[in-house]
T-cell receptor, first 116, second 109 residues
Framework: DADVTQTPRNRITKTGKRIMLECSQT?????MYWYRQDPGLGLRLIYY???????NKGEISDGYSVSRQAQAKFSLSLESAIPNQTALYFC???????????????FGPGTRLTVL | GIQVEQSPPDLILQEGANSTLRCNFS?????LQWFHQNPWGQLINLFY???GTKQNGRLSATTVATERYSLLYISSSQTTDSGVYFC???????????FGQGTRLTINP
């Protein structure tokens, strides 16, 4: 969805490096999410945020941290990258006030991260 | 937590054929979405359909919430329909979408 953008789109890094993935949205949604997808699998939730001051862990938050800098921006950091964090990372947004589509989530294009 | 299962895992068809993809979920849901993941990895929203039936061109979807399943229909398949189709759902009060394992659809010319 062009309204949700992620940078970078591809990144190769080395074990132990700190890396930040960024997500921006112009949809005006309050809720933002970070998911990861491993090859051949569905997506799993890392962190989610309902607003700038509300950040919550998902099912696989270990090794990750997040920052909600503004309503429109939500960043995911890997403090010390390891090879098993190699995955496709997606940012998503939702608007709980949307009529007829409560919690429908819209996804960015993804960031392909490789940790060597 | 909620379990989401999709079938079949793989489906290979000729161009022009019709297909039906199934999604079973283990609990009452307040969100059920279908996505198409294209070969470049992008997730395209197809339907938001916690109940009822919707149609969009050659695609349609039906969710029978009382029986805890959803179906995605693709008619007159085209090669551009190839990719992985995911359903994902969440229950009341839960924020995360739980994804199924996907159905890999290959449409041959």
């Amino acid at each position: 969805d062009a309204d949700v953008t992620q940078t970078p789109r591809n990144r190769i890094t080395k074990t132990g490096k700190r890396i930040m993935l960024e997500c921006s949205q112009t949809k005006g949604h309050d809720r933002m999410y970070w998911y990861r997808q491993d090859p051949g699998l569905g997506l799993r939730l890392i962190y989610y945020s309902f607003d700038v001051k509300d950040i919550n862990k998902g099912e696989i938050s270990d090794g990750y941290s997040v920052s909600r800098q503004a309503q429109a921006k939500f960043s995911l950091s890997l403090e010390s990258a390891i090879p098993n964090q190699t995955a496709l990372y997606f940012c998503a947004t939702s608007d709980p006030r949307a009529a007829g589509s409560y919690n429908e989530q819209f996804f960015g294009p993804g960031t392909r991260l490789t940790v060597l | 937590g909620i379990q989401v299962e999709q079938s079949p895992p793989d489906l290979i068809l000729q161009e022009g054929a019709n297909s039906t993809l199934r999604c079973n979920f283990s609990d009452s849901v307040n969100n059920l979405q279908w996505f198409h993941q294209n070969p470049w990895g992008q997730l395209i929203n197809l339907f938001y359909i916690p109940s009822g039936t919707k149609q969009n061109g050659r695609l349609s979807a039906t969710t029978v919430a009382t029986e805890r399943y959803s179906l995605l229909y693709i008619s007159s398949s085209q090669t551009t329909d190839s990719g992985v189709y995911f359903c994902a759902s969440s229950i009341q009060g839960a924020q995360k979408l739980v994804f199924g394992q996907g159905t890999r659809l290959t449409i041959n010319p």
